[in-house]
């Protein structure tokens, strides 16, 4: 089925937002906000979140970081 990830048109096989991320090889899964059709997804509801044909999903990667100390 073909869905859109940040963006991006990908023709999967994943039936489950779990699924996905296992399917696109996502390394850091628990570092990862998903967004599906403009709603944040709870994290504990990835395995029973169904992906369908023409979904639209954001991928949002927390990454460390920050300023110096003034």
Known sequence: ???????????VAATTVTGLLSELKIRSPEQVAIE??????DR???EQTAVKEGDQLEFIYFMGGGHDAY
């Open 1 to 11: 089925m073909k869905i859109i990830v940040n963006g991006e048109e990908k023709d």
């Open 36 to 41: 599906l059709n403009g709603d944040i997804l």
């Open 44 to 46: 504990n509801a990835y």
